[in-house]
């Protein structure tokens, strides 16, 4: 699976797990330490592991094993080489501030499509 396919279904994973602020920033240009970040929040640490666990599993179950992986309290990392992704906490992702560092490199934010039409009435 090719990099920004991958990281757009990792950003749509993601959205599958009620995460927020999904960014997917393009690397290739500008670093060989990975071609493409996806960047979201979550609402917990609690909350965080078990959208990681559900990435790693659909992916899982597409082939696409991870290399590494490392959780704290505020962030999770999974790093599936061509794609990193970034699980923060609000005030860890406001700190760590990714998509300011990275503020030269193209950024796609993922928002949640509306699940049905409003009811009149």
Known sequence: MAGKELARLVGRLVLEKKGGDVVLIDLRKLSSIADFFVVATADADVHAHAIAGYI??????????MGHEEKSARWTLLDYGDVVVHLFLKEARRFYAL?????????????????????AG
């Open 99 to 119: 998509e300011k560092f990275w503020g030269d490199a193209p950024q796609e934010s993922l928002a949640e499509r509306p699940r049905g039409r409003r009811m």
């Open 56 to 65: 790693e599993e659909k992916l899982k179950a597409k082939g696409v094993r």
